[in-house]
């Protein structure tokens, strides 16, 4: 059970009614097919989003990544878009772990001028996300990929680069706690089980924040303790923070994702998709 700090629940009991209480709390997932499974296992609670008010928007989509600009280039959508989250859940990387694309060229994976690239993508991703779309954000790792052996051996890449690229936010960033039994049978994906589990966990989160977010009651206190957050979610670093220039978007046009038009991705087209396959770079993707 996740704990609000005292002055938390104080500052939630004084602010005053306002008409952000009648809508829902939005919780977007952005990433591959690891956050379009989350969003799945949330949609999978109808009781726990009606009690709680939630509504789950769909901003993931399967074999999305950083890596490869030429194939689609998901952080240029993202930034198009004036949609607004209340809670954003970012999972990504697991189709990174190859070659990647940049002006014309390619870089083998785990070069420096890979990790150079690769960690400006994300901050720069993450930018977009505080400044743009999201009100708060939790980044989740790649999972230790305990069957994928080449997956098993590059991830820890990945984590780095993403933590180091996040920290300067103060966003809440998450590894997961996996083992062999919580794949399904292409072993990579996590089985049904365990993506609920995780979809919950997700869900703990988002109703411990959710006054605050809709009271703006951001000042009084450095967020809820997240600690007690258990199996499969384990805290890598930072806290729930302000993004005080979500606010700025928010009067300047930025809309709130509550209305019922498809706001995911749009897949990459025949063509794109032929031409991205003849690059002798192209790993297979995990989603």
Not at 66 to 95: H, M, T
């Amino acid at each position: 059970m996740t704990r609000l700090p005292a002055v938390a629940v104080l500052c939630m009991m004084l602010a005053p009614p306002s008409r952000a209480q009648d809508r829902p709390t939005t919780v977007a997932t952005i990433g591959d097919s690891f956050a379009d499974a989350i969003f799945l296992a949330m949609k999978a609670r109808p009781d726990v989003l009606k009690k709680n008010n939630i509504k789950v928007i769909r901003w993931s989509r399967p074999i999305i990544g950083l890596a490869r600009s030429d194939y689609f280039d998901y952080p240029a959508w993202l930034n198009e878009s004036k949609r607004v989250a209340d809670i954003c859940v970012i999972q990504i990387g697991s189709n990174d772990m190859q070659a990647l694309h940049d002006d014309g060229k390619y870089f083998a994976f785990g070069t420096d001028r890979w990790k150079e690239v690769y960690l400006s993508r994300v901050k720069g991703m993450a930018d977009t996300l505080t400044e743009r779309r999201c009100k708060q954000i939790v980044w989740i790792l790649q999972p230790g990929f305990e069957r994928q052996k080449h997956m098993a051996e590059k991830h820890e890449v990945i984590n780095v680069l993403q933590s180091e690229a996040l920290a300067p936010s103060g966003s809440m960033v998450f590894e997961v706690a996996t083992s062999k039994e919580c794949y399904g049978s292409d072993n990579t994906h996590f089985n049904r089980n365990f993506i609920l589990k995780l979809g919950d966990a997700i869900l703990a989160l988002s109703v411990a924040s959710k006054g605050l977010i809709q009271n703006h009651c951001f000042s009084c206190h450095n967020g809820f303790d997240a600690n007690e957050i258990s199996n499969p979610l384990s805290r890598h670093q930072g806290r729930f923070v302000r993004l005080k220039q979500t606010d700025v978007v928010l009067a300047n046009g930025g809309e709130p994702d509550d209305d019922k038009r498809s706001t995911a991705p749009p897949k990459p087209t025949p063509a794109r998709r032929r031409s991205s396959a003849r690059q002798k770079t192209t790993a297979r993707p995990a989603g």
